[in-house]
């Protein structure tokens, strides 16, 4: 077997794409979008049909022009979600806004229209994963969706205290992000890391050992890979959501890929409660966490807002 496939047995491997022509070719089990995989998959031919629906639809909806726009961009990713899950067995990730990311009632709002989309297509809100940034704010609006049954994706997610208040709130998933947290240590550090003293890939290793000795259910997926290496480190880990890039790599490589994290021995740190007094000023002392959270709520919001004016011509 080559190494996805190798990779598959011991980890549910996700697609970290809206193009649905590579998850067709990788057959993930899930996929996962956000606002700047949908901006990509609005410029691809295949989604023109969409477009032009999510565009008419929010005409007919009405309102504001600001709502119609909303309204686009909510229909346009409802959409391809309801056309990658013609294509994967499980479920999809689709985004609130980023812009509600420190709104814990609006988040909710927004989360609950999403669904209902969804159900307006056909597709049961068990298929969905609502993905909210791993603020306090959103992670309590996860808590409240999760009680009423909708499922929850917490990404955005680069310090243990956000892993620790996820899990306390029992929600479904977490997207701890890799590549990210090694890009501020290269910047910040002049050392040079391979996939063993990879700050992005230690950083999953010790939330997912903290999940399985104390019992969380909550599904820990490591993401946003910048290279084979980093997901060759975490193989064994719940899920793994990776672009189509690594996917081809890792389908081309025929050599050996030894599982690396365990549930049955995981030796994690003990048990703490997570307050949200204990959760600010841990983010606060930890500045990767604090400045990639912030960067990537900003980065978002701009896309979100460059798909929003691409609907709107």
């Known amino acids: 077997m080559n190494k996805l496939e190798q990779l598959k047995t011991m980890t549910d491997v996700v697609a970290d794409t809206g193009d649905i022509v ?20 609005a410029a691809m031919p295949q989604y023109a049909g969409h477009l032009a629906t999510a565009k008419n639809w929010a005409k007919a909806e009405g309102g504001s022009s600001d709502q119609m726009r909303q309204n686009c961009t909510d229909k346009l990713a409802v959409d391809i979600g309801t056309e990658i899950l013609a294509i994967v067995p499980g479920r999809v990730s689709s985004e609130v806004d980023a812009r509600l990311s420190f709104d814990t009632e609006r988040t909710i709002e927004k989360a609950k229209r999403l669904i209902s989309l969804y159900e307006e297509n056909n597709i049961g809100r068990e298929r969905i994963l609502i993905k909210i ?13 999760e009680q009423q049954g909708i499922n929850c994706n917490l990404t955005l997610l680069f310090g243990f205290s ?70 060759e480190s975490l193989a064994g880990c719940d899920r793994l959501t990776i672009s ?15 599982r690396q994290l365990f549930p049955d021995s995981a030796k994690g740190e003990d048990k703490v409660h997570q307050s949200e007094s204990r959760f600010r000023w841990q983010m606060n002392e930890d500045a990767m966490a604090t400045e990639k959270l912030a960067e990537g709520i900003r980065n978002f919001t701009g896309d979100q807002t460059t798909l929003e004016e691409l609907l709107s011509n």
């Open 22 to 41: 590579a998850i067709a070719e990788y057959k993930p089990i899930d996929a996962t979008t956000n606002p700047s995989l949908l901006l990509k998959a």
């Open 244 to 258: 189509p890039q690594l996917l081809q790599a890792l389908s081309e490589d025929d050599g050996s890929l030894p």
């Open 162 to 231: 956000q892993a620790v208040a996820c899990a306390e709130a029992g929600v479904f998933l977490i997207s701890p992000f890799v590549g990210r947290i090694l890009d501020w240590y290269r910047s910040a550090t002049s050392e040079n890391y391979d996939a063993q003293t990879d700050p992005g890939v230690l950083s999953v290793k010790r939330i997912y050992d903290y999940y399985k000795t104390h019992g969380y259910k909550t599904v820990v997926m490591g993401a946003s890979f910048r290279n084979t290496g980093e997901i």
């Open 133 to 145: 940034a791993s603020t306090w704010e959103g992670i309590r609006a996860a808590e409240q969706l």
